[in-house]
């Protein structure tokens, strides 16, 4: 059997992102950004003679200050640490290190700013606009009723598939990150976009059997290469209607539109714990940022209309 050490680095890569495909079902976009974290810092070993088989925790250190001295944020070097860890886990559990030089460093702190939101009129205006969507409104309705009523990620929303939108469900599966799957309760006004979606997708559909075409398997089909609306997609639409809508395009991404779910939510008076359910959120610590951007909207409130917080004039 031929040496571990003797193994090119990028076998290594390659045999760490089979595994991580075949046992945990890694999700490709997670496949791809291990292998891009992970080919850096191939690239960083190469010109210093270094092998993944031989590295320190001393050399692993260097290469995260040189991280930090290109300018990477903290989130970027956290990543990176996290793919290096997962590395040499699988070597551990191959066998073939018998360590994990990672183990022990710890990693940047996390970043203290709170996540952008979107406030309730901003939602309703998005909505709007999307109902005046002078092509595929019916469809940019439903995307857009669906993304604020659950939560979803952008890639949960373009590949849902059309099955579990069947019936008039009050309930709606979701298959998240890792292949986990959760339910997320529809409003009434997602239930009834789905419907009327439905509706003018099945009759698409129908006159594009009768051409020869397959039927497509998802909600919200393409012609692309994807057989789905792409993230990207979706992106510029997004956008496109927060100018439609008069909303500021840099504060509304797909990631707002989830943030503005969790606090409208909180905001609401929901349980913190229901919240990390339909969000997916495997530690309820990343949920409880929303209530600091709730604590945050509240302080703002008293101290913008609370008549003993202004500013009394200096005589």
């Not at 890569?13 to 791809?32: G, P, R, V, W």
């Not at 974290?37 to 003679?49: G, R």
């Not at 070097?77 to 290096?84: K, N, V």
């Not at 940019?140 to 890639?155: D, K, P, Q």
């Amino acid at each position: 059997m031929t040496s571990p050490a003797n193994q090119p680095m990028g076998h290594w890569i390659q045999s760490f992102l089979e595994a991580q495909a075949a046992e945990l079902d890694a999700a490709t976009n997670t496949q791809l950004a291990y292998a891009r974290d992970l080919t850096k810092f191939q690239e960083w070993l190469t010109p210093k003679n270094l092998h993944f088989a031989f590295t320190t925790q001393d050399q692993i250190e260097s290469y995260l200050i040189d991280c930090e001295a290109e300018g990477l944020s903290p989130a970027t070097r956290a990543r990176r640490l996290s793919a290096i860890r997962q590395l040499y886990r699988f070597a551990f559990e191959e066998g073939w290190r018998d360590d994990n030089p990672s183990i022990q460093i710890k990693g940047p702190g996390k970043s203290k700013s709170l996540p952008k939101t979107l406030s309730v009129d901003d939602v309703a205006r998005l909505l709007d606009a999307a109902r005046a969507s002078k092509t595929d409104a019916v469809r940019n309705t439903c995307l857009m009723e669906l993304l604020y009523a659950t939560g979803m990620r952008v890639s949960e929303l373009v590949t849902l598939p059309v099955s579990a939108t069947r019936g008039d469900p009050r309930m709606l599966l979701v298959r998240g990150k890792g292949g986990k799957e959760r339910l997320v309760p529809l409003s009434g006004p997602a239930r009834e976009a789905v419907t009327t979606h439905l509706k003018s997708r099945d009759a698409q559909e129908a006159l594009d059997r009768k051409k020869g075409k397959p039927a497509s398997p998802f909600l919200f089909p393409s012609r692309g290469k994807s057989g789905h609306l792409t993230r990207h997609a979706f992106f510029a639409l997004i956008k496109r209607l927060s100018v439609e809508a008069g909303v500021d395009p840099s504060n509304v991404t797909p990631h707002t539109l989830r943030h503005a779910f969790a606090t409208h939510l909180l905001a609401g008076g929901a349980d913190l714990r229901a919240i990390q359910t339909m969000l997916g959120h495997a530690d309820i610590a990343t949920t409880e940022i929303y209530t600091h951007v709730v604590d945050e909207r509240l302080a703002e409130l008293v101290h913008t209309h609370h008549p003993l917080a202004r500013k009394l004039p200096t005589s």
